[in-house]
């Protein structure tokens, strides 16, 4: 049996062209007139409040009741309480189509009502929350100019204005939101593992953000948390040994499991002793779903008392409304509306409070955008009307809402805790799912006065640690454990203080191993161990002995760093150190003598020297400036009275900086004065830079640029590390002036060889053209023939040609060949022409070739090593001359043979590219010709033609 049921309030006033609102509530249950009556009410208060507040704008609104009845009704379901907004899904669900059918045929009944422009009235649509319902209605209205859905589904899908574009549902949270909430309170209480509990088969709410956790966690803040899974098998609720066992090692547990499943699941965490506050469980529901009050712990089998206490251990992420302080009599006056017309009488604590102050919170959308539209709606669409709801925020009594650019409703999320004392859940926590805001009401725990962190190391009271269950024993072990360390540390440090020692033992020379060589000049012509030295004093008699009572150094532990770092040192432009003597009561570092004088000798010679020589002059500084990065680059750090006196020559002319440690000796206590004396090296450096170059007439800007930044004050203005750079763009780094000089040797004979090459060509142009018309296609030479005539008689000679090229003609009968010059050593044979042979040319060619150079061992034939040379491709031919007619052939072929010819090897075949492909073309196409031959590439070579052959 259908019923239709039409209400038609219309309030006739002075709207001043405000467009009519219909509002088209459609509701549906199996079970007599519950649907209807339970929706009816809540409508009837919500407009009421809507009409006293926004008269003006929405007074002309028409509310039509539709209500879809099945046959089978149960009169007996109205004793049972009103379900708000039929919160049974599952039985709307089998009848969805005939509703769908039930409103298609009121539209085309009353298509009237729908064809009215947007500037005259404005559809609203409201359907039961079934997702099959919603869906075909969400598609219908699509079609309906004038028509909007408005829905309070907790679904995310149909939250999007462009897919839905005529949609608009304001409660669909995002499943990431509930996991934004997770990592903000994780974030917030230290939790650095989470256990995440998943059921392993069916699909619903819970299982879908379970399968998002894992991936939406790397993307927040909490992108660090260790996340540890166990899975719930749906069909055996018994089977969470697993899963306990694992929650027992972490805090919290986040546990997504449709809400009989969670039950359970708490009743076995109680069953545990887990739910005492020492672990932390957590869910997520919607539309007070599980966190609907009183009911998902309440099942009335016996374990109601125990599942009241595991749920107080649990925090629910619910996308429910706050509380709102206005709720109570806006739910009150519902109630007793249902008392008055049907006889209800339902506490509050008993009913889902959520979904009637959702739609009131929707209508006040609703009438907060009609008001800032509706003046425009003759320019709109209704995709337009529902785009206007999104991108603002909205002050409502019960919260502060704001609708993203998609529409999707972004608002404080509640975490819900049940109260021990009411039996009903409280809110305890709301979060801003995008920033993380948090508003903490009560953040008690049990006995402690907010959520717990993660596991302390040793457990809550230390039960996991050993220190804490045999201290006397720790404190033993830790005694023995600092004993052994220090045993080690002493161990450590002698060994070390040893191995110093032998370090520096070797760089401590008696003073009888340095020989005076002649004179008696101390600081000179000395020498050690055959080597000519310096010695440079680094105290003396009326100072201060910087190197402590002891004789020897070998206990100065900052004299022996020095020491060490010194000696270590290795560059081509450092000089050799070699140790410390004492003579007397002086001690004196041994450093390599110059050989060739010192940079400031080298300097004063006279113009007419090697060294006046600007290149020269840029060796001894590019040297010098390498060997100091080096100093200030090693633990020496720098030198400290850099000299053209301390810049040695050895017997290569290579500068050689000497002294490097000496300042660092005099002064052993470490200090933080590195840079003021790496300064003062590099303002001495741009002395010794000016030294160098001034006597030279035309000297580059740049390196006067690089004297200024040296010198500038009062520090330099460059580093030694960009002075460095600088140089090496301007100069080529050379080691020595040898060095310098042959390469200037080496360019020199490169220019006058290139200049005798280009005479030596010019010379040999003619014998070029003849060498181009007698080697051609098969030129064949004797490579040894100079030789030959330089050790054998001019008969001989004759008489050795004429064996050969005899030897050759009686070779070449046998070929379909043509013989076309002989003229020295050199024999011409072509094939192909003047007697044409198809594609065979390349093979007879080349097997004359082999015959030609296996030419037999006699003492006739001088030990004769034909070096032959073969090319394919298109020549000009002919007969030249009137006295001595001759037949000859001219062309780039020719030209190729007698490359490959001249370039070839004795007793070596070397064929072009165009004979190699040939040869195989003739083998690959006729078996008769196959494996006759055997090429090996020799690789690219350079000759003088179009092309590189190998």
């Not at 220090?486 to 110093?500: E, P």
């Not at 490097?660 to 002064?667: A, Y």
């Not at 010819?901 to 083998?923: C, K, M, Q």
Request: hydrophobic share 40%; aromatic share 10%.
């Amino acid at each position: 049996m259908i019923l239709w049921i039409f209400q038609l309030v219309a309030l006739l006033m002075t709207t001043h062209g405000i467009p009519q609102v219909v509002f088209l509530s459609l509701t549906m249950q199996e079970a007599g007139r519950d649907g209807y009556l339970a929706a009816e009410p809540v409508y009837d208060v919500i407009l009421d409040r809507i009409y006293q507040d926004h008269q003006y704008s929405l007074g002309n609104t028409t509310h039509v009741h539709l209500r879809y009845e099945s046959s089978n009704g149960d009169s007996e379901a109205l004793h049972h309480g009103p379900n708000f907004l039929g919160k049974d899904h599952s039985r709307c669900m089998d009848v969805s189509a005939d509703v769908s059918e039930y409103f298609f045929k009121y539209y085309f009944s009353n298509r009237e009502l729908f064809n009215r422009p947007l500037s005259e009235q404005i559809i609203l649509l409201n359907t039961p929350d079934c997702m099959d319902v919603l869906h075909e209605a969400a598609n219908f209205v699509q079609e309906l100019p004038g028509v909007v859905l408005m829905s309070t589904a907790p679904n995310n899908e149909f939250a999007n204005n462009q897919r839905y574009p005529s949609v608009i549902n304001l409660f669909g949270t995002p499943d990431d939101y509930f996991i934004y909430c997770l990592a903000f309170m994780a974030q917030k209480y230290g939790w650095q593992t989470l256990h995440l509990v998943c059921q392993t088969n069916g699909r619903s709410f819970t299982s879908n953000i379970c399968a998002r956790v894992p991936g939406t966690l790397q993307h927040t803040r909490s992108s660090n948390v260790l996340l540890v899974q166990s899975y719930i098998d749906v069909t055996n609720s018994t089977s969470f040994e697993e899963a306990l066992t694992t929650a027992k090692t972490v805090r919290v547990s986040f546990v997504l499991l449709y809400p009989s499943l969670l039950r359970d699941f708490m009743i076995a965490a109680r069953k545990e002793n887990m739910t005492d506050g020492k672990h932390v469980f957590m869910s997520c529901g919607i539309q007070g779903v599980p966190a609907q009050d009183a009911v998902y712990w309440r099942a009335d089998d016996g374990n109601d008392e125990m599942a009241l206490q595991a749920f107080q251990s649990l925090l629910i992420i619910s996308d429910g409304v706050v509380d709102w302080n206005g709720s109570t009599d806006f739910l009150q006056q519902i109630n007793d509306l249902f008392a008055e017309r049907y006889g209800w009488h339902v506490p509050l604590n008993e009913t889902n409070n959520d979904g009637p102050i959702r739609t009131y919170e929707m209508f006040l959308i609703f009438s907060d955008v009609f008001r800032r539209t509706w003046e425009n709606f003759g320019s709109m669409t209704i995709a337009d009307f529902v785009m206007a709801f999104a991108n603002h925020t909205y002050d409502l009594p019960t919260r502060s809402v704001y609708l993203d650019p998609v529409g999707t409703m972004i608002a404080l999320v509640p975490v819900k805790r049940l109260n021990a004392t009411t039996a009903f859940y409280d809110t305890v926590l709301r979060i801003h799912p995008k920033t993380g805001e948090m508003i903490v009401l009560t953040d008690s725990w049990f006995d402690m006065t907010f959520l717990p962190g993660d596991f302390p190391l040793c457990g809550d009271h230390g039960e996991k640690c050993f220190v804490t269950r045999s201290p006397d024993l720790f404190i033993a072990i830790v005694v023995v454990a600092v004993f052994v360390v220090l045993l080690l540390c002493v161990g450590f440090w002698a060994a070390r203080r040893k191995y110093r020692k032998r370090l520096v033992e070797h760089l401590m020379i008696e003073r009888s191993a340095i020989e005076e060589t002649y004179g008696t000049k101390i600081s000179r012509n000395w020498s050690y161990r055959n080597q000519e030295v310096e010695l440079m004093k680094v105290t003396s008699s009326t100072e201060q002995n910087l190197f402590g009572n002891s004789r020897h150094p070998l206990y100065h532990i900052e004299l022996q760093s020095i020491l060490i770092a010194v000696s270590q040192l290795s560059h081509p432009n450092i000089a050799t150190f070699y140790g410390l003597t004492f003579d007397r009561t002086e001690w004196y570092a041994v450093f390599e003598a110059d050989v060739k004088g010192t940079l400031a000798t080298v300097l004063s010679t006279n113009c007419d020297s090697i060294f006046f020589d600007f290149d020269i002059r840029m060796v001894f500084a590019t040297s010098l400036i390498e060997g100091l990065y080096y100093i200030h680059h090693s633990p020496v750090h720098y030198h400290g009275h850099l000299t053209p006196e301390v810049c040695l020559m050895n017997n290569r002319y290579t500068l050689r900086i000497t002294g490097v440690g000496t300042t660092r000796l005099q002064n052993p206590k470490k200090s933080n004065s590195h840079f003021q004396y790496q300064n003062k090296d590099v303002h001495e450096l741009g002395a010794i830079l000016q030294c160098i170059c001034a006597d030279i007439q035309e000297i580059p800007i740049s390196y006067l640029d690089i004297i200024s930044k040296c010198h500038a004050t009062p520090a330099p203005s460059a580093s030694i590390a960009k002075i460095r750079s600088e140089m090496d763009r301007m100069f080529p780094r050379q080691n020595n002036i040898v060095d310098l000089l042959l390469s200037r040797l080496g360019k020199h004979a490169q220019d006058l060889e290139e200049t005798v090459h280009l005479r030596s060509e010019e010379l040999g142009v003619e014998m070029g053209k003849v060498d181009l018309l007698l080697r051609e296609m098969l030129p064949a030479d004797i490579p040894s023939f100079g030789q030959l005539v330089s050790e054998h008689p001019p008969m001989g000679i004759v008489v050795f040609l004429n064996s050969i090229h005899s030897y050759f003609d009686r070779v070449v009968q046998g070929y379909d060949v043509y013989k076309v010059e002989t003229i020295n050593d050199s024999y011409v044979v072509v094939s192909g022409v003047p007697t044409r042979n198809g594609s065979k040319h390349g093979w007879e060619i080349s097997r004359l070739a082999l015959d030609l150079v296996s030419i037999p061992q006699e003492p006739q034939y001088l030990q004769a090593q034909p070096r032959i040379g073969i090319s394919s491709g298109c020549i000009a031919a002919g007969v030249v001359g009137t006295r001595m007619p001759r037949y000859c052939l001219f062309g780039d072929t020719m030209n190729t043979a007698s490359r490959m010819e001249s370039h070839g090897e004795a007793s070596r075949i070397h064929v072009s590219p165009s004979t190699h492909a040939i040869v195989n073309e003739l083998e690959k196409a006729d078996a008769a010709y196959s494996n006759q031959f055997l090429f090996r590439s020799r690789g690219l070579i350079a000759i003088k033609v179009p092309s590189l052959y190998y």
